[in-house]
């Protein structure tokens, strides 16, 4: 809408009200404090400030009545900037500034009753006030949600730093640990347990917005992502929470995570996550699983110590892991079968389609070669420990020769 002209009689009657600045400010302030919490005595906005507010936005409404020119929008930009860092909702802020206008509009109209001015020259006005209310209005909306943003982004990486330090353990003093954990909003006391999941690509998070949905089911959680790994805490305090938080992993999961021991101080929390990366880590590369800790503890333990763990598969398998491909995935997975169904072979030949014979020679067969003994448990013990770690470890099953 092109910008006409001030009306003169509008101009004349605008210019003669700022002495009178003082008066208005004081009827803008009584209504907006009356019918607006924000702005009461218990509201965010001190009545000080309010007023000083109003004194600048007014003086800048009447001078562009009286001029007609483009409109100065700093006054309601700043003031849009100042509610926003104040948490003043929006709604309330506009409402304002509504009734902030229509007090200066009143008075004018009420200048040009006394004044005699034609009803004609008010309707015309009245049309460039309004443009001149919405182009007020603009500026401060747009003011207020930069704001907003910029303070959602810092809260964000505040919260992410916090996050960081509680998770890497670097925070021990127990009074700083409790007032990061009302900032975070995690409850004093556990239980809690400490997430690590996979980040296969750079920035990306892998458990989406796993916050929201521990939320949902009323579990507090902080979260912050690394370059390789998106790492949280959540809180177990529901009687529920374990069940309803692996829930939540699984499904949100699109690579390896793992789930720490629960553990009942905040001061844990760093061993925790360590844990969580243990239980991760002891998951084949490509899988999209949560698994905790306690799971599977064996493999667990092979992640803590990948050196040793391949060490033993060479020692342990190494003449299966010198067969050719084909042969050695036949003896390590009716193993694997064998074990999943409890040492029985006639399930075992159930689940591969074969006769229990044909187990039963498999096994003789990887006794040979391993010079061990299914029959005797230290031996079964580390024949399951190497083919753990020949399924877990990447490059146990190449260029590998009996020892």
Same mark, same amino acid.
């Given at each position: 809408m092109q910008r006409r002209p001030p009306v003169p009689e509008i101009a004349a009657m605008a210019q003669s009200l700022r002495p009178r600045l003082p008066d208005l400010v004081e009827r803008a302030t009584r209504r907006i404090r009356d019918e607006i919490d924000i702005y009461g005595p218990s509201g965010t906005v001190p009545e000080a400030e309010l007023r000083a507010?109003?004194?600048?936005?007014?003086?800048?409404?009447?001078a562009q009545f009286a001029r007609g020119s483009e409109p100065d929008?700093?006054?309601?930009?700043?003031?849009?900037?100042?509610?926003a860092v104040q948490g003043g909702p929006l709604p309330d802020?506009?409402? %304002?500034?509504?009734?902030?206008? =229509?007090?200066?509009?009143?008075?004018?109209?009420?200048? /040009?009753? !006394? *004044?005699?001015?034609?009803?004609?020259?008010?309707?015309?006005?009245? %049309?460039?006030?309004?443009?001149? =209310?919405d182009e007020y209005s603009d500026a401060l909306t747009? /003011?207020? !949600? *930069?704001?907003?943003?910029?303070?959602v982004r810092a809260q964000e990486r505040e919260r992410s730093a916090l996050t960081e330090a509680l998770l890497s353990g670097r925070i021990t003093d127990r009074g700083t640990l409790w007032e990061v954990a009302q900032?975070?909003?995690?409850?004093?006391?556990?239980?809690?347990?400490?997430?690590?999941?996979?980040?296969?690509?750079?920035g990306q998070e892998p458990l989406g917005d796993v916050e929201a949905q521990l939320a949902a089911h009323g579990i507090p959680s902080a979260w912050t992502l690394r370059p390789d790994l998106h790492i949280g805490i959540a809180s177990l305090l529901r009687p529920d929470a374990d069940d309803l938080t692996m829930n939540v992993l699984q499904r949100l999961a699109t690579s390896r995570v793992g789930v720490s021991p629960a553990f009942a101080s905040?001061?844990?929390?760093?061993?925790?996550?360590?844990?969580?990366?243990?239980?991760?880590?002891?998951q084949p590369a490509g899988t999209a699983e949560a698994v905790r800790f306690q799971d599977d503890p064996l493999t667990v333990v092979m992640a803590a110590a990948p050196e040793a763990a391949a060490d033993i598969a060479r020692r342990v398998m190494g003449p299966v892991l010198a067969l050719d491909s084909d042969a050695r995935a036949l003896l390590l997975d009716t193993f694997q079968c064998w074990i999943d169904a409890a040492g029985n072979a006639t399930a075992t030949a159930q689940a591969l389609h074969c006769h229990s014979n044909t187990v039963r020679y498999r096994l003789r067969k990887l006794e040979d070669l391993t010079g061990r003994s299914l029959q005797t448990p230290g031996d079964t013990a580390e024949l399951v420990a190497a083919l753990r770690a020949v399924r877990f470890l990447p490059g146990?099953?190449?260029?590998?020769?009996?020892?």
């Open positions: 507010s109003l004194r600048r936005n007014i003086d800048s409404m009447l929008l700093t006054e309601p930009s700043e003031t849009g900037r100042l509610r802020v506009l409402r %304002a500034y509504r009734l902030g206008f =229509a007090e200066v509009w009143t008075v004018l109209t009420e200048e /040009a009753s !006394r *004044r005699q001015v034609d009803p004609s020259v008010l309707v015309r006005a009245a %049309a460039d006030a309004w443009q001149l =209310a747009s /003011a207020y !949600r *930069r704001a907003a943003a910029e303070l900032t975070l909003g995690l409850p004093r006391k556990g239980p809690f347990v400490a997430v690590a999941a996979e980040a296969t690509a750079l905040l001061d844990g929390t760093g061993q925790a996550l360590r844990y969580a990366r243990l239980a991760m880590s002891g146990t099953t190449t260029d590998s020769t009996p020892p």
